[in-house]
């Protein structure tokens, strides 16, 4: 399908902030063109306009790439609002795991779908996705429309080595909106002799590795405990990153564990949302950011934050680490909108996404100005990072297909169906059955 979006504000992100009049060609899953309006008026024919199938007036409305989710986990929205009020470890073995237990592959993909419906209302056109049975989290993904990146959960308790090296090489090759990546829950979960096997697989396929790390203070201590080092110095001591990948949370790092990041290449994946709620503590944006460590976000799965919202996360980026530096100007809008879709997109080895581009994949949004939040439009850069909401998603494009626009969703199947489905998966599990 061939879509030109025109009379569009563009934030093409391609290398700076600037925003300017101009249009947006999509042929296929592929962006063609990105252009002044001008031009494109007098020379459209030189330039070979397709034929379109749809032609959107934005009517001023701003066009840009989509945010990158650089870790959730789709499928626990099935404990949105069930699973709160305790910090990381009791939410872990009091709530999730014994409720994670009862849910079947058929469960997985009516969560994933729910998730999706949600990341799309937010602008989210990609996530990182670290939940177990990845077939069905993928076929969610596929039958949605929407792009996927998954990440290997391996721990003691489920999964293994094996299963992740069979996974790794089926999902890269599963389709084009999927990929996979190397990875396992957490030091704390793992065996060192699963550890090891990681790191055997990351040196055979030369591939990143990703896990959560540093999320708690306790987490910190108990690794010191049991290996003298913390999480990051002791991974490293196993050559798990030594051809890159990153971490989760990465609230409670030392001057150390920065050094390591910067070194072997490796990505800070931030969730402010999810560490205020579990207080797990703030994490050392400024000191991360200055230490030129790579840096993206992500909501956290819909258990612990409880909402799939790049608007919040963005402005807790930037609003926790001006609080914890006491400092107002520390991590700016620019930085933290740049995390929040270029960051992410490399986190997640996204290269033809994150910006607005001719040959680029088509994973772009059109943000509505004509909001009071929005206006006046003196700066639209901050707007998008102090003031914006998923109220301002007016449609989201994945792949070059609208899958969401004016509140409506063009995902396969309506919404409400999904709706019930993971309402009657949750009662099934509580025995709330009516």
Known sequence: MNTRFYNARILAMDTDMEIWPGEVWVEGNRITYVGEQAVLEGQSREKGAPFWDREIDVKGNLVMPGFANAHTHSAMTFLRSYADDLPLQEWLGQQVFPMEAKLTGEDIYELSSLAILEYLTSGITSNFDMYFQPERIAQASVDCGFRTVMVSSLNNFTSSLEEMEQEYVRYNKYHDRIRYHLGFHAEYTTSEELLKGVAALAEKYQAPVFTHNSETRREVE????????????????????????????????TDEDIR?????????????GSNTKLS????RISDIQKAGVPI???????????????????????????LREE?????????????????GARAMGLKDCGSLAPGKLADLIVIDLNQPNMQPLNNLVKNLVYSGSKQNVKLTMVNGRVLYEDGRFFVGRPPE???????????????RMK
């Open 296 to 322: 993206a976000i992500g909501t956290d799965g819909p258990a612990s934050n409880n909402c799939l919202d790049m608007f919040r996360e963005m402005f807790l980026v930037t609003g926790l680490a001006k």
């Open 260 to 272: 390591i990041f910067k070194k072997r290449g490796l990505v800070v994946v931030t969730n402010p």
């Open 327 to 343: 400092d107002a100007a520390a991590v700016p809008a620019q930085e933290v909108l740049k995390m929040a879709v270029l960051g």
């Open 280 to 283: 797990s503590g703030i994490a």
């Open 222 to 253: 108990e690794c010191v405990e049991r290996h003298g080092m913390t999480p990051t110095a002791y991974l490293d001591s196993l050559g798990l990153f030594q051809y890159g990948g990153g971490g989760y949370h990465c609230v409670h790092m």
């Open 417 to 431: 169906e999904i709706y019930e489905k993971a309402n009657r998966i949750i009662k099934r599990m509580t025995g």
